[in-house]
């Protein structure tokens, strides 16, 4: 998407540097400590089902809550109405709150859901149990890079709205709506990434 909207991302360091910055050295000796720990419990057959079934259904009515939530029809429905000497910062300001309260939505729903679902593999056997610590400490310690990652995407949006502002000062509006919401589902399907991993170590996972 953001090559298609020119504007190529640039060249991240090694994942491996970024890793050593972001997890401190206690952080190495709790993950550690985890991975050392041989798994005990056997998995429970039951438990791994009705969690599968339980986080699939919980992942599309998600979906389905956060897509709805990502269309402002009031917002929409002014594509072609004619400002009042306003500029366009000021016509902006709706569009970036709305843009910055879905993203706080996404967060938290996306968060809670997560936790839940790592709930739901401690109970299905030991090892997922660990997988589900392991992804307790990746989630922590990226929260803060991801943090200021997504804070800026509402300039990559207001840099899209001036442009089609100034290819058309009276239809901007509707092709603004429809990257402000291409732009949530992208940022959604990033932050369920780890959730899909999670759904799928459950619903393949094989007891020793």
Same mark, same amino acid.
């Given at each position: 998407?953001?090559?298609? #909207?020119?504007?190529?991302?640039?060249?991240?360091?090694?994942?491996?540097?970024?890793?050593?910055?972001?997890?401190?050295?206690?952080?190495?000796?709790?993950?550690?400590?985890?991975?050392?720990?041989?798994?005990?419990?056997?998995?429970?057959?039951?438990?791994?089902?009705? *969690?599968?079934? #339980?986080?699939?259904?919980?992942?599309?009515?998600?979906?389905?809550?956060?897509?709805?939530?990502?269309?402002?029809?009031?917002?929409?429905?002014? *594509?072609?109405?004619?400002?009042?000497?306003?500029?366009?910062?000021?016509?902006?300001?709706?569009?970036?709150?709305?843009?910055?309260?879905?993203?706080?939505?996404?967060?938290?729903?996306? *968060?809670?859901?997560?936790?839940?679902?790592?709930?739901?593999?401690?109970?299905?056997?030991?090892?997922?149990?660990?997988?589900?610590?392991?992804?307790?400490?990746?989630?922590?310690?990226?929260?803060?890079?991801?943090?200021?990652?997504?804070?800026?995407?509402?300039?990559?949006?207001?840099?899209?709205?001036?442009?089609?502002?100034?290819?058309?000062?009276?239809?901007?509006?509707?092709?603004?709506? *429809?990257?402000?919401?291409?732009?949530?589902?992208?940022?959604?399907?990033?932050?369920?990434?780890?959730?899909?991993?999670?759904?799928?170590?459950?619903?393949?996972?094989?007891?020793?």
């Amino acid at each position: 998407m953001l090559r298609q #909207w020119s504007m190529a991302p640039g060249s991240p360091t090694p994942a491996a540097a970024r890793l050593g910055a972001w997890f401190g050295w206690a952080d190495a000796i709790e993950i550690s400590q985890v991975l050392a720990t041989p798994p005990g419990r056997a998995a429970s057959e039951a438990a791994r089902t009705e *969690s599968t079934y #339980w986080a699939s259904t919980e992942l599309e009515r998600l979906q389905a809550e956060l897509a709805s939530s990502f269309n402002h029809t009031e917002l929409a429905c002014e *594509s072609e109405s004619i400002s009042d000497g306003a500029s366009l910062t000021e016509l902006l300001v709706p569009y970036l709150q709305h843009f910055t309260q879905q993203q706080r939505v996404i967060e938290s729903r996306t *968060s809670a859901f997560r936790m839940r679902l790592r709930a739901s593999l401690a109970r299905a056997s030991d090892e997922l149990a660990r997988l589900a610590q392991l992804d307790d400490y990746i989630e922590r310690a990226m929260a803060s890079p991801q943090l200021r990652a997504m804070a800026g995407l509402s300039a990559l949006l207001e840099t899209r709205a001036r442009k089609h502002y100034a290819v058309d000062p009276l239809r901007w509006r509707a092709r603004l709506c *429809s990257d402000l919401q291409r732009l949530l589902r992208a940022e959604l399907d990033q932050k369920l990434q780890p959730v899909l991993g999670l759904i799928e170590a459950l619903s393949t996972h094989i007891p020793p």
